[in-house]
């Protein structure tokens, strides 16, 4: 990559953490999607994009919890059976036209996760999911987090709301702490199968933390502007495609 690649590279990053952090998220998918147009490689991308889901969804969830969202009787059961899963995901090395197909299709979902959105539960709905039901949701999204880097938190978030187990702040709270140990699974099952990770980490890793910091501070009080979600949507899009096309 020529520097002034890898300076707006660096740029997107730091977007990209500090728009995914607003909203609990550690932003795996901006991330992913950002190396993609600039055809980082998939061996590059997905331990990359684990290392700073760990960075940016420490401080998410910290913010959050410190702000008194954080539903440990919600979490534990999604974070139980997702943990070793994505070790799994994390340590299996899917060929490359395999990794890109299926990453492209993760960034367009996100993309419409981003366009649409989901619809926060009501005061009366309440609930809290069955067991096994919050098992079984936990360990497939753990294994494709591990196996693509994304870290889940597209996927949980909406499902959280969707089913109305978690208003719009603590579904963001949850999903932040339970990104953080996903990913940290999945890196460890990379480590276990590759034994390393990229250099470049240290470039992006900076950049990520401070956006990573700004955003968090403002998700969790406030949620992301629309217009920015908005601009976020069609940067996934885009790089959805371009993988999905590749």
Not at 49 to 71: E, H, K, M, P
Not at 80 to 92: K, Y
Not at 221 to 246: E, F, N, T, W
């Amino acid at each position: 990559m020529t520097q002034e690649s890898v300076v707006m590279l660096t740029g997107l990053i730091f977007v990209a953490a500090m728009l995914y952090a607003s909203v609990g998220h550690g932003g795996a998918s901006g991330y992913l999607a950002a190396m993609a147009l600039f055809g980082v490689a998939p061996e590059v991308m997905k331990p990359t994009a684990l290392v700073l889901n760990i960075l940016v969804s420490a401080l998410a969830a910290g913010s959050f919890a410190r702000a008194g969202f954080f539903d440990f009787r919600l979490f534990w059961p999604f974070a139980l059976a997702s943990v070793p899963m994505a070790f799994v995901g994390g340590a299996i090395q899917a060929p490359s036209g395999v990794y890109r197909a299926i990453v492209g299709v993760v960034l367009l979902f996100a993309a419409t996760r981003f366009l649409i959105d989901v619809p926060a539960a009501r005061s009366d709905q309440g609930g809290r999911p069955a067991l096994w039901s919050s098992l079984a949701w936990g360990a497939g999204i753990g294994l494709l987090s591990g196996l693509t880097g994304v870290g889940g938190g597209i996927f949980l978030t909406p499902l959280l709301l969707l089913a109305g187990w978690a208003d719009a702040r603590r579904a963001s709270a949850v999903s932040a702490a339970f990104i953080f140990v996903t990913s940290l699974a999945g890196l460890a099952g990379h480590l276990a199968s590759v034994g390393q990770v990229p250099g470049a980490i240290r470039i992006w890793a900076p950049a990520a933390l401070v956006g990573g910091f700004l955003g968090a501070r403002v998700g969790s009080r406030h949620l992301a502007p629309k217009s920015l979600r908005r601009v976020l949507a069609l940067v996934l899009l885009v790089a959805g495609l371009k993988l999905v096309a590749s």
